[in-house]
């Protein structure tokens, strides 16, 4: 008998008679809630600790006398996964027999595919297993295929270098396997797909990356003059990274119905042995053109606001779709994957079945590609070898939370959802501009990177956040200020360093410091130079995005004068650093410096 338990869907308790009644006897309140009320997928103990006190000793009580009563919800059947058969050809089937196109124009870092004509019957996307090593020297990377439709299977490769690069193939069916031949791969100025690197990111030859990113969930589930829209929209921004969904999205603002989905349509709902490919060369034309901005797509697998089925698929649905989508898309080199959004909302997979996918996803992505997870509540134990990173949501104490899963799991730590800009009425989406980008500096002065949404509303509900458009705010140029305060560090980062109680401390020790104030607005501010740093100074305005240099060379303790206004930043420059900042080839023009005049704080330049 399989009874209710702290992951239970509220809504499912709700709705069964007796679970119900046990509720409304031990807290009525939470009948009232238009949480219960709003029939999204909340999990019972998450929720119950939202609507009651976390305290409250009838949270405890409630789960106890839930988890006696039998939980009557219909669940899916779980279907068994799809062995290839090992008969797909016949004996006399020649081997090796099918014919190869290969590309032509090949360079390094760039996707090529090997196209190969091949058998149609049966279904071969299910039926057909294709992978192929390829190989430059000692080094070997192997390579899953797929099947594109009309007797055509793929496989895609992102070369690391130029070169001879030979390949082998290998498959169940006897005309695919043992396919050889090599690819000329010539050298290109592309980087490469994004890794993480400590707490950070880079390209492989180590030129750094800061994801500053966006989020447009369901963009690619809107007609295609929206779409064009979107890509106009961010291609007058400076953000490098966008969080999207492969799967439509029914939620708030975004309930209507795609031309194209993953699954084809069959009269019974989905045919999950099969891929729509017309859905999928519409994604990889939207991908292509996000690359040629500098963009790189965060393909969400799985998210919980779904009324067509997509998050109650069964594991052997689950894992075909994802196999398929890695195989298909990991030789792009600007994708990035996140197994989920709000994973703790999805209540039919387990942290089991979130660890199956993730190493799933690993094992079909040869690239190391940037991979992650994403919450509603509960914080995933990021210690996962195949998590690269920390994807979080999360809004409150940021500057304390980002340096402690920095220390937890040493990885890179990037808040997805700290909030949204805009006049939504909902909490999450009612955010001022101001707010937004604070908690965006606050988020990066503690060393982790924080990502944009626009949740404006429009009469005709076209929400950036969900359904791309236009952006309206004012928080992307601020953003993209941010940036490049942080990537003018010596190192194209930055990293949390000893602070005050009331001001953040961050950069590189002794080169490049930044002192944070926050809605604070002091008029002046005595500070320690570090010790052997002779340092300019900058006085950073991050919402009027102005930087003023200060006059002189400062070493020893020094008090600096302040605009006395909210958000701004004071910047320390070793003297002696090679690469300019943008205040570095100012000619400051004023009189009296803005330092104090005692004789035991005085510049360098002034001794």
Same mark, same amino acid.
């Given at each position: 008998m399989t009874t209710f338990h702290s992951r239970s869907a509220l809504k499912d308790v709700l709705a069964q008679p007796d679970a119900r009644a046990v509720v409304g006897e031990i807290a009525s309140e939470v009948l009232d809630s238009a949480l219960a009320s709003s029939g999204d997928p909340f999990p019972l103990g998450s929720?119950?600790? *939202?609507?009651?006190? #976390? +305290? !409250?000793? %009838?949270?405890?009580?409630?789960?106890?006398?839930?988890?006696?009563?039998?939980?009557?919800?219909?669940?899916?059947?779980?279907?068994?996964?799809?062995?290839?058969?090992?008969?797909?050809?016949?004996?006399?089937?020649?081997?090796?027999?099918?014919?190869?196109?290969l590309p032509s124009g090949a360079v390094a870092n760039r996707m090529l595919e090997i196209a190969i004509a091949g058998p149609s019957h049966g279904n071969p996307f299910t039926d057909v297993e294709l992978a192929a090593r390829f190989s430059k020297g000692d080094q070997h990377v192997e390579v899953g295929g797929f099947y594109d439709g009309d007797g055509r299977f793929a496989v895609r490769f992102l070369p690391m270098e130029a070169g001879t690069w030979?390949?082998?193939?290998?498959?169940?069916?006897?005309?695919?396997?043992?396919?050889?031949?090599? *690819?000329?791969?010539? #050298? +290109? !100025?592309? %980087?490469?797909?994004?890794?993480?690197d400590g707490f950070h990111f880079s390209y492989p030859d180590g030129t750094p990356f800061t994801p500053f990113g966006t989020t447009a969930y369901a963009w690619t589930h809107q007609d295609d003059v929206l779409q064009e829209q979107t890509l106009e929209s961010l291609a007058k921004t400076s953000f490098s990274k966008l969080r999207m969904a492969l799967f439509p999205k029914h939620f708030l603002y975004n309930t209507n119905e795609p031309d194209r989905f993953v699954f084809p349509r069959t009269d019974g709902g989905w045919d999950l042995e099969r891929f729509d490919l017309k859905y999928f060369r519409a994604l990889e034309q939207r991908l292509e053109q996000l690359a040629v901005l500098g963009i790189d797509a965060d393909l969400i697998l799985f998210h919980p606001y779904d009324r067509w089925g997509f998050s109650q698929l069964g594991k052997a649905a689950d894992d075909r779709y994802v196999s398929y989508v890695v195989r298909r898309l990991s030789a792009f080199p600007n994708v990035w994957w996140s197994l989920a959004n709000e994973y703790d909302l999805l209540l039919d997979k387990s942290t089991e079945d979130w660890d199956r996918i993730g190493r799933l996803v690993r094992a079909n992505d040869p690239y190391?590609?940037?991979?992650?997870?994403?919450?509603?509540?509960?914080?995933?134990?990021?210690?996962?070898?195949?998590?690269?990173h920390c994807s979080i949501q999360y809004g409150d104490d940021l500057r304390g939370h980002v340096r402690k899963w920095r220390r937890q799991f040493g990885k890179p730590v990037i808040i997805d959802e700290c909030g949204y800009e805009g006049d939504l009425d909902q909490g999450w989406g009612f955010l001022t501009p101001e707010e937004l980008v604070s908690r965006s500096w606050a988020v990066a002065m503690s060393g982790g990177y924080a990502t944009h949404g626009e949740t404006y509303y429009s009469d005709d509900e076209t929400v950036f956040w969900a359904k791309g458009g236009r952006l309206r705010g004012e928080s992307p140029a601020r953003l993209a200020f941010l940036r490049e305060i942080i990537e003018e560090s010596p190192t194209g980062g930055i990293d949390p360093l000893p602070s005050d109680f009331d001001a953040s401390r961050a950069g590189v020790r002794g080169e490049y410091e930044?002192?944070?104030?926050?809605?604070?607005?002091?008029?002046?501010?005595?500070?320690?130079?570090?010790?052997?740093?002779?340092?300019?100074?900058?006085?950073?305005?991050?919402?009027?995005?102005?930087?003023?240099?200060?006059p002189g060379i400062h070493e020893g303790t020094v008090r600096f004068d302040l605009p006395?206004?909210?958000?701004?930043?004071?910047?320390?420059?070793?003297?002696?650093?090679?690469?300019?900042?943008?205040?570095?080839?100012?000619?400051?023009?004023?009189?009296?410096?803005?330092?104090?005049?005692?004789p035991s704080r005085r510049s360098a330049d002034e001794r």
């Open positions: 929720i119950l600790r *939202v609507i009651l006190e #976390p +305290s !409250d000793p %009838r949270v405890a009580e409630l789960l106890d006398r839930l988890t006696q009563i039998e939980d009557l919800t219909p669940r899916p059947r779980e279907i068994p996964p799809i062995v290839p058969p090992a008969d797909y050809e016949r004996a006399e089937t020649p081997r090796a027999s099918a014919s190869v196109l030979e390949y082998v193939t290998r498959s169940n069916a006897r005309s695919l396997d043992g396919l050889s031949g090599s *690819v000329e791969v010539d #050298p +290109s !100025d592309s %980087r490469g797909p994004v890794r993480a190391g590609h940037p991979i992650s997870i994403h919450n509603w509540l509960e914080i995933w134990d990021y210690a996962s070898e195949w998590a690269t930044l002192i944070y104030f926050g809605a604070g607005q002091p008029a002046f501010r005595t500070v320690t130079i570090p010790q052997g740093m002779s340092a300019r100074a900058d006085v950073i305005d991050s919402w009027n995005m102005t930087v003023e240099r200060l006395g206004r909210p958000y701004c930043v004071l910047r320390l420059v070793s003297a002696n650093r090679s690469n300019p900042t943008r205040a570095d080839d100012m000619e400051v023009v004023g009189a009296a410096p803005r330092t104090s005049t005692d």
